[in-house]
Antibody
Framework: QVTLRESGPALVKPTQTLTLTCTFSGFSLSTSGMCVSWIRQPPGKALEWLARIDWDDDKYYSTSLKTRLTISKDTSKNQVVLTMTNMDPVDTATYYC????????????WGQGTLVTVSS | EIVMTQSPATLSVSPGESATLSCRASQSVSNNLAWYQQKPGQAPRLLIYGASTRATGIPARFSGSGSGTEFTLTISSLQSEDFAVYYCQQYNKWPPMTFGPGTKVDI
């Protein structure tokens, strides 16, 4: 059974760095073809893909946010970490982690999401 | 960046009727397109990938078609649990992977 769960602060101040952790089970990021992405959704708005890390440690970033994002993995802990620097109120959103595989290229399993509010 | 558009923004249908949702890409994405369903307060759920392949556990009343720049999600005989927002997403040319703005299907 595949599950993912996001964790991190609910509130961050402008200019601070956000660190989110995705803890997953039911698959291993050391298995060929496995990938985990971060996706966010501002309240009442559409989904926005942020970053992806693959089983072979390849990393991909949103072109518009690339300078602010870092994605990493700890295979032994079954965790993927996303950091986003210089947070702004427009970054207020629900942040999801989701799995992709090379065999089912859509996001087939999602976490429940974590709402991050950026406010002073 | 490939821009995805969806129409209509809102679709009002009655239970038992069918619904046709459209998704358009600003350039060809081949068949590298997925559809998701999202209910209030929930994460999205993968319905379709490869433009027409139903994901595991998705009922046959959901069907996808299209290729290139024009895609359609059809929901036949709408059930009460199908009222939700539907998003399309391309994964042909990325980064970034891009989503459409969504179509809300309501009663």
């Amino acid at each position: 059974q595949v599950t993912l769960r996001e964790s991190g602060p609910a509130l961050v101040k402008p200019t601070q760095t956000l660190t989110l952790t995705c803890t997953f089970s039911g698959f291993s990021l050391s298995t060929s073809g496995m990938c985990v992405s971060w996706i966010r959704q501002p309240p009442g708005k559409a989904l926005e893909w942020l970053a992806r890390i693959d089983w072979d440690d390849d990393k991909y970033y949103s072109t518009s946010l690339k300078t602010r994002l870092t994605i990493s993995k700890d295979t032994s802990k079954n965790q993927v970490v996303l950091t986003m620097t210089n947070m702004d109120p427009v970054d207020t959103a629900t942040y999801y982690c989701a799995r992709t595989t090379l065999y089912v290229p859509g996001f087939d399993y999602w976490g429940q999401g974590t709402l991050v509010t950026v406010s002073s | 960046e490939i821009v995805m558009t969806q129409s209509p923004a809102t679709l009002s249908v009655s239970p038992g009727e069918s619904a046709t949702l459209s998704c358009r890409a600003s350039q060809s994405v081949s068949n590298n397109l997925a559809w998701y369903q999202q209910k209030p307060g929930q994460a999205p759920r993968l319905l379709i990938y490869g433009a027409s392949t139903r994901a595991t556990g998705i009922p046959a009343r959901f069907s996808g078609s299209g290729s290139g720049t024009e895609f359609t999600l059809t929901i036949s005989s709408l059930q009460s649990e199908d009222f939700a927002v539907y998003y399309c997403q391309q994964y042909n040319k990325w980064p970034p992977m891009t989503f459409g703005p969504g179509t809300k299907v309501d009663i």
